[in-house]
């Protein structure tokens, strides 16, 4: 039984279910796999650098919503992130900060940090994956550390690790598949007969989408995931700004329910393929027959069907991902990291 | 780099189509993993018990369609499946001979003989999962070697090694899916206007369906799959004679086709749940509506829907699987064991 040292950066929704569901496999993750963890910082804008080389008390730490339960902990804050790394000695961070798109920051120095510092890198953010994967992929490898980041595209359904893992020797020609909920929840209900703006207040009130949703909405999100694949399963490097993008803006609700009434639905597809000069990507609104299961993709759910040189078409459909899917991406990069 | 000795156990289809792709993905397996590999014996019952501790020359090997050709060949007959494996001294076995659904023999008796000889042992052959997964896994892990079993549920595409290294810590609660292609591919045929025999003489002529189809007809061979994975995924022991079972006979083409008119045509659909006592499992022909992903899955793709605790629906579909896709699950198992 080895014990890991946890650190988390940013303690929001995903770096949260990350915590309940460690707590919840807690005897799993003991017995099956000889791993014990205790949480010895916790980083975020609003709480700053937090350390606690004993380990914070896990139910304390998930009940602390304001600042001033954390001032109440035990344990010392940290004056930087370099500090707060010396302090907390993690052999496993969880990166989970909002994403910058353009820049990927501060999440890739976040990464390079804690990997210099020895510590397995895992992520949520796909920012570090689209803007530096090559450098981090090679840091990782020269200190023996993984860097890890299945939830980015999926919900943590396993993509990299299908292909790093349960896939060798197999070339990936190319890609297409639904990989946004927000505009996939937008466009279900202007079918049902939503406009636009009713739609998208319906999809922030369950939560699905943000205050500001205009990321997803012209398909910046969608882009960055497509990156993201290309860059690492195609072996490809492709910055998101180089993915085709259109976004549902354009769509108005009569032609999104004549869409569905004529029985080929408006999807914000994503596509990517390889060619003589490397690989085309793209993001757009296409009608999708509904004899193609990609049509039959709704609200939350998200599919992906790879072209390889074996298999022509292998599909990896996700419906209704449930509370614990992002977090269990990073239990499971944590399992992986851990054993390796 | 490595050579590995390897031993094939029939040689028919698989194991001559997994000669082919070892040959073009050879300089991969170099470059990329590290693997060299050399041919050392090959044994089925038209042959007898070939051994050429060099390695057998691969073209001739593949030119070789009569036993005369064998003959002509540069190595020794062994008197004996003990004599052989003595002579070959295989790191790697790949067994892929006849399917015995009732007892799992001969197979079962080469993969114990090759990994007490102190080989990994690959296989093609669902026989040795159903009735003997406990044993081989517990024996192969005493002696330090794999028994992997990837190409038998659904010709290759990643099921075992997703839930074994990819989705760690995860339950799985039961699932549902399309696994014989035969029947799909009659089915899909009457659909279309043909009768039942008519539509099996189509299947047998384009060699999906063996000569004798009753196997695949009567439901065994998804009766087969559906326990191989309770046994290994859900870690229920059920033989496949608990799986309640009809096949399609009783199917008429008339059936078939006022079912697909009426918007829900005729699946053998593969069921398995977990209840208080265990699992119970099925493979029934059901009306599956067209809303259903599952009910676009024609021909000779599969599909298979997985209910986690974590994703309430994880389905993997393969669409009109390659000529390599058997093969390929026993060469990514080859790889898998040649890197553990």
């Not at 993201?228 to 195609?234: G, K």
């Not at 790879?306 to 990073?330: C, H, K, R, S």
Request: glycine residues 8%; contains cysteine.
């Amino acid at each position: 039984m080895k014990t890991f040292t946890l650190g988390l950066l940013g303690f929001g929704n995903v770096n949260r279910t990350l915590v309940e569901l460690l707590q919840r496999k807690d005897a799993e993750l003991r017995e099956r796999h000889g791993i014990a963890w205790r949480i010895t910082g916790v980083g975020s804008r609003r709480i700053g650098w937090r350390a606690n080389a004993e380990g914070f008390d896990v139910d304390e730490l998930l009940r602390s919503r304001s600042l001033d339960a954390f001032t109440g902990m035990r344990g010392q804050e940290c004056p930087s992130y370099r500090a707060w790394l010396d302090a907390v000695q993690p052999e496993v961070v969880f990166e989970a900060t909002a994403l910058n798109v353009e820049t990927g920051q501060p999440a890739i120095d976040h990464i390079r940090g804690a990997l210099e510092h020895g510590a397995h890198a895992i992520t949520a953010n796909k920012g570090p994956v689209v803007h530096a994967y090559e450098e981090l992929r090679d840091l990782a490898a020269r200190r023996g550390k993984q860097f890890l980041f299945e939830s980015t595209v999926m919900d943590g359904v396993p993509i990299f690790s299908l292909f790093r893992n349960t896939l060798p020797a197999i070339e990936v020609r190319g890609f297409k598949g639904i990989l946004n909920s927000t505009t996939n929840v937008i466009l279900s209900g202007m079918e049902r007969g939503l406009t636009f703006d009713e739609s998208l207040r319906q999809a922030q009130e369950l939560g699905v989408a943000e205050t500001d949703a205009s990321h997803d909405i012209d398909g910046w999100d969608a882009a960055v995931k497509v990156a993201a694949l290309v860059n690492v399963i195609m072996g490809v490097r492709l910055p998101p700004q180089k993915v085709e993008r259109e976004g549902i803006r354009r769509l108005t609700a009569e032609a999104v329910r004549s869409a569905r009434n004529a029985g080929a639905p408006y999807k914000l597809r994503c596509r990517a393929q390889r060619n003589e000069s490397g690989v085309s990507a793209s993001v757009c609104p296409e009608q999708i027959p509904l004899t193609d299961p990609m049509a039959l993709v709704d609200g939350t759910s998200s599919i992906i069907q790879f072209e390889t040189d074996i298999f022509p078409g292998l599909t990896i459909t996700e419906e209704n991902p449930g509370l614990y899917a992002t977090a269990y991406g990073m239990l499971a990069d944590f399992i992986r990291a851990a054993l390796s």
